[in-house]
Each structure stands twice: as structure tokens, then as C-alpha cells.
């Protein structure tokens, strides 16, 4: 539908809608009315809800974009969303296209009103599009007193630019960092950086007890709470430095952080940081939307070609992988050193040692995805942070083991996409080894074989699971103290991940069967006993007692009552080869379990 334009009425000076509208996607909003034209000044983009009550001015400033949430253009409703929007002067009213399109009441209210109707698009989510609003409507905005002459030439978004402008007003080094501390971009370096800069910039972040050494000296505290420039004086170790946060209204998008560089900051260098301060808004704000929906969509799209759905071709653009290069699935799976045998047993399903076996009532696979919702199991809910920053380390790894990697995150999950090169077998093999060399953390990494076209790549990615699966599962039959990181070729593990296999398709029906196996681990289940753990233990030591009684950490003695007290309530007889076939076999079932 052509948008409804009547001639705009001495508007003043400013960022228009049409500017604001002119600088987001293509496509994301469309302009249904528009009574005052294009020439509309806007103040600011804010979320309407219109079952909120409020009774505190915020809808009542004049030139505002209000989105509402929650109401649908061809509601009934919506007519009384934009006479009040319009009685408030705002400037325009953004409802969500819907399947029927807008009533000939709201056209007509819109006609007869002051206040532009917007609709959103169905596959625009309301977060993206407030983000894109603001940016545009801060890259577009007149320059606040002292101007942003210097910076106003960049490239929206461009951070790098950005840094090394500001370091020539200020006279020193510049790093651009977000409120996590984490390094988006670092002017030239000119001189020598002083140890904190160059281990903030090799880092990409500052390192953590860094951070909190500034946070209990009360430094953040200073930085967040004002907008002017805050000085952290040099001392024996490091250089002078100013810093300032970049605030978008209330909301803190970054901080600027100038570190003198081999000679004492400019005179006037508080005063360009606040200059600059002001310039960097909009370039954050572009960083915060576009950079977060743009690896949002490449990782999906790198999710979409491993799970074999959706168009791959277009996939794969998205991805940034070339659709006719052969690629092999890396799978690395990050926990914290000193828990990471625990969450290997709770995602295996093992039996703690002294503890009672706890034996989920479906023996199942892992399928794809288990890692990436609520409810998933132990390996697939959101990492820690210390989890993510193993990832961090990981992903850093992979794009500088060799050009062309894609990774994707999911989860405690990294996945990459490794290129293999002309009759090149195991391309991910010394990528592999580098998840050995990551500190304070247990890695289980697994690589799939080599994938000759994007139909190959969920293949590769199931067997790439089965390897980490597996790897899983030896650590949680560990010790805790035992728990290293591990990494396997799905070539080296073929007979466990062919085991796998057999459980997953002999599962159902072993839990239609009845026997001695099926009662103890039904007792173990009732009564938190630790006979199942017992005997798992001593099948899996080959019959040696002294081994498996360490690994239970109990005294041998313990483990030869347990398992006679197993014979003569169960039956479960472990000289009877069949019994312990049986026994084999449900254990690794419950152990298996999700």
C-alpha cells in the first residue's frame, strides 16, 4: 500500500522520520499514513505498551516514535493506540503487520491526525528495530555544543576509524571497549604500548584482574556514574589515563579509554574525549544492533547447514563459507576445571561414585539441538562465564588456525566449520591439540570427517558428537581430580561411538525386558543404594576389585560386599558370562540415559 502524505507544515530543522527511516533496512518498517509528510522532527524512539498505565509525562513528549507493543494494525484497538498517540503529539505510531492489514477506521483516524502509522514487519522483532531506530536517530542528530566536525566524515560504524581519529585529538592511544571491559577497537600504535595496553589488545579485553582492581578501587563506580571524563593517574606500572562512558540517554553503550603514548596527553585531551564521547554514539549504538543481529544471523545460518534444513545455498552465504569447498564439523564442549567431572556424569547420565544411581526412565540419543533451549541437558545449558570465555579462546583459535573457519556458538558449545584443503582427510586434526592448552578449564573437543559438500555437513556433525559424547563419558567414570581436557578424530573412537550406536537402537526395547539387572537398578532408584555403581565400576576394571574400589573410592572390602549383597538380591551373578553381558549392557543403558 502507497503511504497516505499530506504536505508538511513548517516543521523545524532536525532529524526527520524520513532521515531516521532513510538510514535503517530497507523493508523492516512501512509507512502506511503519513498526515504531516516525511518532514516530521523526531525526539527519541521509546516502547509502548498500552496495558501499562503511565502516569509520568513519558508519552506525553512531543515527536516521539512509539512501538507498540503487543497490537496488531487490524485490531480494534488500534484506533484508540493512535488517537491517544496523536493527542500526545507524537510523531509517529509503529503497530505489527498483520495477516488482514490496517481497518478503514484506523486509515481514517490516521488521515485526520497528526501522528505518521508505521507497520512492522512479522519477521522483525521489536528489540531490532528499536536498536536500529536509535542508531539512526543518533547518527542523525545536529552536533551538541563544542560539534563533532573532527569525526563526523566516518563510515557509520566504523569503530577502527573512529579510535584513531580520537587518538589524533587527544594526543595518545585509544581503545574503544564495551561495559564487559571486551576490546571492540584500538587506535595505531605509533610507540611502544605500555604492558596494560598490550595485554588489553592481545586479550581483546582487559584483563580480569584488571578489572577487579578498578572496580574495588571504586574506578567503575566514577566511570558509569558521570558523563564527564574520569583520570586514573599513572603510577610505577602503567601510564596516565582518561576514560569516559559513551551513554545513549540512560542507557551505557562503551566506554573511551586514552592511555598517554610515549609522550604526555594534548592540553585540551579531557575536552576531545568528551567531543568524542558524543560522535562515538552512534557508532556504538550501530555496533550494538547491526553487529549483534549480524552474527546472530551468520550463526544461524551456520546452525541451519548443520542441521540440514532451509535453503544451504543461501546458508552458506550467509555463514561465509564457500558452498563447493569440502569442510570437516569441530565440536569443542567447555567446563570449568574443578566441576568438570561432575558435569560430565550429570550429562552422561554416570553414576557418582557414592551416590545414588539416577536413572532418567528413557535411554535415548543426543540429537541436535539438546544443547540449545530450556530443559536441556548438563552439557547444554548457558555456558558460565568462565565456560564463555573458554569459547572466547576457542573461537580466537579457530580463525587464527586457518582462513575460512566459521564457528558458531550453542550453549557451552563452540562448533567450526574447518576447510580442508585439496585430498586433505583431517584438516581439524592440529586444531584439535590446541584445546589441551586452554588453562582453568576441561575441554572435550571432537572433529567429524571431512564433509565433500554442504549436504555432508550434518554427517560430519553427528559423528563430531558421538566423538565429544564419548569423551564425555569416559570423565564422568573419572575421579574428579582426573579430569583433563581430551580431543579425538571420530576415526579414533569408532568402536566406542559404534557402541553408542547399538545402546541408542537396543534402549527401547531393553525397557520392555525384565531380569536381575532391570530389579537393581530399580532398587538403586528407590533407595538411593550404589549397587549398579558397583558393579559398573568392577565390569569396567575387567574384574580387578583394587581398581575399581578406587575409582569408587571406597575400600576394596566395600566392593566385594556390595557386589555378593547384588547376587543374592538380584541374582545379578557376575561369574554367569550372560549376566554380565546383561549387566554390561543395562548399565552402560542407565549410564547412558538422558
Known amino acids: 500500500m502507497a503511504p497516505h502524505t499530506h504536505e508538511t507544515d513548517g516543521l523545524a530543522a532536525g532529524p526527520s522520520l524520513g532521515q531516521i527511516l532513510g538510514l535503517i533496512a530497507p523493508g523492516m518498517l512501512d509507512v502506511v499514513v503519513a498526515p504531516r509528510g516525511m518532514g516530521v522532527p523526531v525526539a527519541d524512539v521509546v516502547l509502548h505498551d498500552p496495558a501499562e498505565e503511565r502516569d509520568d509525562g513519558t508519552w506525553a513528549a512531543s515527536g516521539l516514535i512509539l512501538l507498540v507493543v503487543g497490537v496488531e494494525v487490524s485490531s480494534p484497538e488500534a484506533v484508540d493506540v493512535l488517537r491517544g498517540a496523536d493527542r500526545a503529539g507524537a510523531a509517529a505510531v509503529v503497530l505489527r503487520q498483520g495477516p488482514r492489514g490496517p481497518r478503514t477506521a484506523l486509515l481514517a483516524t490516521a488521515d485526520a491526525g497528526r501522528t505518521a502509522l508505521l507497520t512492522r514487519r512479522p519477521e522483525q522483532g521489536w528489540t531490532e528495530v528499536l536498536g536500529r531506530l536509535r542508531t539512526a536517530l543518533a547518527h542523525s542528530a545536529p552536533a551538541g555544543p563544542g560539534g563533532t566536525d573532527a569525526v563526523g566524515g566516518l563510515r557509520l560504524g566504523d569503530l577502527p576509524g573512529l579510535a584513531n581519529t580520537v587518538a589524533d585529538l587527544v594526543g595518545g592511544a585509544i581503545t574503544i571497549e564495551d561495559p564487559q571491559s571486551r576490546v571492540l577497537a584500538y587506535s595505531r600504535m605509533d610507540h611502544e604500548p605500555d604492558p596494560m595496553r598490550r595485554l588489553t589488545i592481545l586479550g581483546q579485553q582487559v584483563p580480569r584482574w584488571r578489572v577487579?582492581?578498578?572496580?574495588?578501587?571504586?574506578?567503575?563506580?566514577?566511570?558509569?556514574?558521570?558523563?564527564?571524563?574520569?583520570?586514573?593517574?599513572?603510577?610505577?606500572?602503567?601510564?596516565?589515563?582518561?576514560?569516559?562512558?559513551?551513554?545513549?540517554?540512560?542507557?551505557?553503550?562503551?566506554?573511551?579509554?586514552?592511555?598517554?603514548?610515549?609522550?604526555?596527553?594534548?592540553?585540551?585531551a579531557a575536552a576531545a574525549l568528551r567531543t568524542a564521547a558524543r560522535a562515538a554514539v552512534p557508532h556504538l549504538s550501530h555496533h550494538q544492533t547491526w553487529g549483534r543481529a549480524a552474527a546472530q544471523e551468520r550463526d544461524e545460518a551456520v546452525h541451519a547447514l548443520l542441521e540440514g534444513r532451509g535453503d544451504a545455498v543461501r546458508a552458506a552465504h550467509d555463514a561465509g563459507i564457500v558452498p563447493g569447498r569440502p569442510y570437516a564439523v569441530l565440536i569443542a564442549e567447555a567446563y570449568p576445571a574443578k566441576t568438570a567431572a561432575g558435569h560430565a556424569a550429570e550429562a552422561a547420565g554416570a553414576y557418582p561414585a557414592e551416590a545414588a544411581a539416577a536413572y532418567p526412565a528413557r535411554p535415548g540419543k543426543e540429537p541436535y539441538g539438546t544443547t540449545r533451549g530450556a530443559g536441556a541437558t548438563a552439557f547444554g545449558v548457558p555456558g558460565t562465564a568462565a565456560e564463555q570465555r573458554v569459547l572466547d579462546v576457542l573461537a580466537l583459535q579457530a580463525a587464527a588456525f586457518r582462513d575460512g573457519c566459521v564457528a558458531a556458538r550453542s550453549g557451552r558449545r563452540l562448533y567450526v566449520l574447518v576447510p580442508a584443503g585439496d585430498g586433505e582427510t583431517d584438516p581439524a586434526r592440529a586444531l584439535l591439540a590446541t584445546v589441551r592448552s586452554v588453562p582453568r578449564s576441561v575441554v572435550f573437543a571432537g572433529a567429524g570427517p571431512v564433509a565433500g559438500d554442504l549436504s555432508g555437513l550434518p554427517a560430519s556433525r553427528e559423528a563430531a558428537e558421538s566423538v565429544v559424547r564419548v569423551l564425555r563419558e569416559r570423565t564422568g567414570r573419572l575421579p574428579a581430580s582426573e579430569a583433563v581436557s581430551a580431543a579425538a578424530a571420530f576415526d579414533e573412537v569408532l568402536p566406542e561411538t559404534a557402541l553408542l550406536r547399538v545402546l541408542d537402537q537396543v534402549g527401547p526395547l531393553w525397557e520392555t525386558l525384565s531380569g536381575p539387572v532391570h530389579a537393581m537398578t530399580e532398587h538403586d532408584r528407590t533407595h538411593g543404594s550404589a549397587y549398579g555403581?558397583?558393579?559398573?565400576?568392577?565390569?569396567?576394571?575387567?574384574?580387578?576389585?583394587?581398581?575399581?574400589?578406587?575409582?569408587?573410592?571406597?575400600?576394596?572390602?566395600?566392593?566385594?560386599?556390595?557386589?555378593?549383597?547384588?547376587?543374592?538380591?538380584?541374582?545379578?551373578?557376575?561369574?554367569?558370562?550372560?549376566?554380565?553381558l546383561l549387566a554390561d549392557i543395562g548399565l552402560r543403558l542407565a549410564r547412558n540415559a538422558r
Open 212 to 268: 577487579h582492581e578498578l572496580r574495588a578501587s571504586g574506578f567503575f563506580r566514577a566511570l558509569w556514574s558521570t558523563d564527564d571524563v574520569v583520570r586514573l593517574p599513572a603510577d610505577d606500572r602503567y601510564a596516565e589515563r582518561l576514560a569516559i562512558a559513551v551513554r545513549h540517554g540512560s542507557e551505557v553503550l562503551g566506554s573511551l579509554w586514552a592511555a598517554a603514548d610515549g609522550r604526555p596527553l594534548a592540553e585540551g
Open 533 to 580: 555403581a558397583s558393579v559398573a565400576a568392577y565390569l569396567d576394571a575387567f574384574g580387578d576389585t583394587g581398581e575399581a574400589a578406587r575409582r569408587l573410592n571406597v575400600h576394596a572390602n566395600t566392593l566385594r560386599y556390595r557386589l555378593r549383597r547384588a547376587r543374592e538380591l538380584f541374582g545379578v551373578d557376575l561369574a554367569d558370562p550372560t549376566v554380565r
